[in-house]
């Protein structure tokens, strides 16, 4: 059974930085794309990072320059690394991978807060 376990989410000031890990357990075969979302309360979720299995990135527009999507050889591990971190920037990010099956899967999220 594949689960998906984010963590690294917590309380940082406008400026900071936070690493978040998404943790992969189980097989997940022919890969599309692993991609970090976010929500905030009272909005839609939304695509933050994007990772194709060819290694092209993608991120909104908001968070360009400031936020670097990675993985390791093996894919067990996707990275949020966050830098510069912004109040807006304060929502529920989930980790979530797709493949050509198709079947996607999503980890439960971690909770990021900026403020002073």
């Known amino acids: 059974q594949v689960q998906l376990v984010e963590s690294g989410g917590g309380l940082v000031q406008p400026g900071g930085s936070l690493r978040l890990s998404c943790a992969v357990s189980?097989?997940?075969?022919?890969?599309?794309?692993m991609n970090w979302h976010r929500q905030a309360p009272g909005k839609q979720r939304e695509l933050v990072a994007s990772?194709?299995?060819?290694?092209?990135?993608n991120y909104l527009d908001s968070v360009k320059g400031r936020f670097t999507i990675s993985t390791d050889n093996a894919k067990s591990t996707v990275w949020l690394q966050m830098n510069n971190l912004k109040p807006e920037d304060t929502a529920g990010y989930y980790c979530?991978?797709?493949?050509?099956?198709?079947?996607?899967?999503w980890g439960r999220g971690t909770q990021v807060t900026v403020s002073s």
């Open positions: 189980g097989s997940i075969f022919n890969i599309y794309n």
């Open positions: 990772l194709t299995s060819g290694g092209v990135t």
């Open positions: 979530n991978i797709n493949s050509w099956g198709p079947l996607t899967y």
